[in-house]
């Protein structure tokens, strides 16, 4: 157990929806960091954030946005669902705000776009 | 941005050898080159890292090397038991004065340890 957390575990949605994807860090991290992993395509960093603030910025998609509250908790949100969303969603939390810190994957949450 | 291959896609070995897994950078100031282990359905988990101040790092049965020249560092991993069997990832990334860069993944490789 790295001590990340996500919720929901899996998640069954339609094209078009809208859906919240929720990460607890480590105690202590004040960086988190999203991705999306799916078959084609690896583990694709989306975006960071160090203590409330974005840091850094990878391929998210417009129709993707990401915030991270006072407690450090990490809201990714996903809206105007399409097929090709279909994937695995982890967070991962790091000490500081560098991603050549060690980061901690957490169990991920799977989201199924029908 | 920086780029990661990663060789070979799958592989395939017998319980007791060795496995060895490559990948290549392209950005010469990439400085941290962490590899993960992921099981089907779970995920990543570190299993060692290195960084460009040492050529080789050992734990136990795996070892990384670096060689920052040619930009490629490899897995090493001795006496495969059929609980390594996995996907690994290399990943490299670097940090450079007030910037902060990401973390960049190969597209893994499936290793398959047969008893």
Redesign the interface.
Known sequence: DSGVTQTPKHLITATGQRVTLRCSPRSGDLSVYWYQQSLDQGLQFLIQYYNGEERAKGNILERFSAQQFPDLHSELNLSSLELGDSALYFCASTLGGWSADTQYFGPGTRLTVL | GENVEQHPSTLSVQEGDSAVIKCTYSDSAS??F?W?KQELG?????II?I?SNVGEKKDQRIAVTLNKTAKHFSLHITETQPEDSAVY?C?A???SGGS?????????TLLTVNP
Do not use: H
Not at chain 2, 42 to 46: A, T
């Open positions: 400085n941290y962490p993960y779970k995920r990543p988990q570190l890292d960084r990832f990943a990334s670097r940090n902060n860069y990401k973390l960049t993944f190969g597209k893994g």
